[in-house]
């Protein structure tokens, strides 16, 4: 009776949440059985290759971007 008026919440609701409801996706960054994580910054939904590109690469393409005419 000490749980009486609490809701109950085990993985297996919450997994059915996540799946099913795109609000609840756009809140979670990772979770398991033992714990969950927030996305708490904007660069959470960036790829980790679109944050951290080459650093030869990157600048020889912004520079064929700089000079490409056609």
């Known amino acids: 009776m000490q749980n009486v008026g609490k809701s109950q919440f085990s993985y297996d609701v919450f997994k ?3 799946d099913t409801d795109p609000a609840v996706q756009a ?3 990772n979770f398991d059985k033992e714990k969950l994580t927030f996305k708490s910054d904007a660069m959470d939904n960036i790829p980790q290759d679109a944050k951290e ?3 030869d690469k990157t600048v ?11």
Do not use: E, H, Q
């Open 60 to 70: 020889s393409s912004m520079a064929k971007r700089a000079t490409d005419l056609g």
């Open 27 to 29: 809140l979670i960054k």
């Open 16 to 18: 059915t949440a996540y």
């Open 53 to 55: 590109p080459s650093a």
